[in-house]
């Protein structure tokens, strides 16, 4: 059974650029979710996808935006970059769409927005 | 607003000893909770899970309190080993929320087990 992976796993941009990150989800798993970490918090939820439908979204702007495949794997992509975008983009992947699913994180992808 | 609160930052232990790790929220909607534990470099890993219709789940080693009145929960650690040290964190669903299959996680505490 393969794991939720994630590239790349570090990234250099410069403020204004934009970044795409990509996740492929567990084998089996449908629904993949996408979490920002700022250092020294806790994950914050951006979004979810489901039958490559956006499920669920939180406090982010719409310069973030996501696509999932039918291979349910996803990309995020963050457009016009700012400084406080820098942090660890996590991916999550879930068997089904539902409030008490536990989550699979990958590694991680960290971002540095110079 | 932080809706999930850890307040203790860091904790250190003895090997062989309790860890407590505590979780305080303010959203009564709130109906599940799980912990989650992080090694660096890697991304969380599920630990214990908890509905708001128990006040107590057990897994192995690791127990977890939920108090629906004190708006509180409670991750114990017995006994604590070296391999525990890690960040640990707490998350909670809405079900009624906005936002579809999210999780509201709080800062984190550094959990320290000295042999």
């Known amino acids: 059974e393969t794991g939720v992976t994630q590239s790349p796993t570090h990234l250099i941009k410069t403020r204004g650029q934009q970044v795409t990150l990509r996740c492929s989800s567990q084998?089996?798993?449908?629904?993949v979710s996408w979490y920002q970490q700022a250092l020294g918090q806790g994950p914050q939820f951006i979004f979810q996808y489901y039958r490559e439908e956006e499920n669920g979204r939180g406090n982010f702007p719409p310069r973030f935006s996501g696509l999932q495949f039918p291979n349910y794997s996803s990309e995020l992509n963050v457009n016009a970059l700012e400084l406080d975008d820098s942090a660890l983009y996590l991916c999550?992947?879930?068997?089904?769409?539902?409030?008490?699913?536990?989550?699979?994180f990958g590694s991680g992808t960290q971002l540095s927005v110079l | 607003d932080q809706q999930v609160k850890q307040n203790s930052p860091s904790l250190s232990v003895q090997e062989g000893r309790i860890s407590i790790l505590n979780c305080d929220y303010t959203?009564?909607?709130?109906?599940?909770f799980l912990w989650y534990k992080k090694y660096p470099a890697e991304g969380p890993t599920f630990l214990i899970s908890?509905?708001?219709?128990?006040d107590k789940n057990e897994d192995g080693r690791f127990t977890v309190f939920l108090n629906k009145s004190a708006k509180h929960l409670s991750l114990h650690i017995v006994p604590s080993q070296p391999g525990d040290s890690a960040v640990y964190f707490c998350?909670?669903?809405?079900?009624?929320?906005?936002?579809?299959?999210?999780?509201?996680f709080g800062q984190g505490t550094i959990l320290t087990v000295h042999p």
């Open positions: 084998s089996g798993h449908n629904t």
């Open positions: 908890i509905s708001s219709i128990k």
């Open positions: 959203n009564s909607m709130f109906d599940y």
């Open positions: 999550a992947s879930s068997p089904k769409t539902a409030t008490n699913e536990k989550l699979f």
């Open positions: 998350a909670a669903s809405d079900p009624g929320g906005t936002s579809y299959g999210k999780l509201t």
